[in-house]
């Protein structure tokens, strides 16, 4: 809630979703009524979303290291203010840790700065990382355990890698759906264009004006 660039980027993508509604909306009409001026802005809009897509997937990939760094600090700041009270973040971020097993961003030492942890006699720790295969008896999905030893039973790996390990496996998918996505778009601006071209400048049927 506290993460500026968190904030940024729902507002980016709700307005890129309500400007592609807005588009959606526009090409309809400049379809039905046949109207260029408004398939010639949807041309234009479509074009402009796809470089910015190709443009942002450059940006992602040439700037992987000041994204993991900015998203280091993000997960940093929710792992030090983790009070265990099974909040919104809280349970995503016990919903990332139980399901790719691991603990932490970069391993389970960023679970050192926790009050909660640093404050209580108790030896404590993250319920959602928890080791399955240590786990004896009934275990909790989220807030905190307590250790029976001195040493954690939960998993090594930090979710960092365990997100870049499910990237790499399912990286098929995700160019197969961001091929997908462009080729619509491509077939939009093509058929648009193809109307424009089509659309007689003068027709004395309709009243609607044609530009």
């Not at 619509?184 to 264009?193: D, N, T, V």
Request: aromatic share 10%; charged share 15%.
């Amino acid at each position: 809630d506290n993460s500026t660039s968190v904030k940024v980027g729902c507002y980016i993508l709700i307005g890129v979703g309500a400007f592609s509604m807005l588009m959606g909306f526009l090409g309809c009409l400049g379809a039905i009524y046949e109207i260029r001026c408004l398939l010639g802005l949807y041309f234009t809009c479509l074009l402009l979303i796809l470089i910015a897509q190709i443009v942002a997937g450059a940006l992602i990939y040439f700037q992987k290291d000041v994204l993991n760094d900015e998203m280091s600090k993000i997960v940093t700041k929710v792992l030090d203010n983790y009070p265990g009270n099974n909040s919104t973040t809280e349970q995503a971020w016990d919903f990332i840790q139980r399901n790719m097993e691991c603990c932490g961003w970069t391993g389970r030492l960023d679970w050192n700065g926790n009050m909660v942890i640093v404050n209580s006699s108790q030896l404590l720790f993250p319920c959602s990382c928890q080791n399955i295969s240590l786990a004896s008896g009934n275990f909790s999905d989220s807030g905190f355990c307590e250790s029976p030893t001195a040493e954690w039973p939960v998993y090594d790996v930090g979710c960092a890698a365990s997100v870049e390990s499910w990237l790499l496996t399912n990286i098929g998918v995700v160019l197969g759906i961001c091929l997908g996505v462009a080729l619509i778009e491509l077939l939009g601006m093509i058929l648009s264009i193809c109307l424009c071209r089509n659309i007689h400048t003068e027709d004395i049927y309709t009243k609607v004006p044609k530009y």
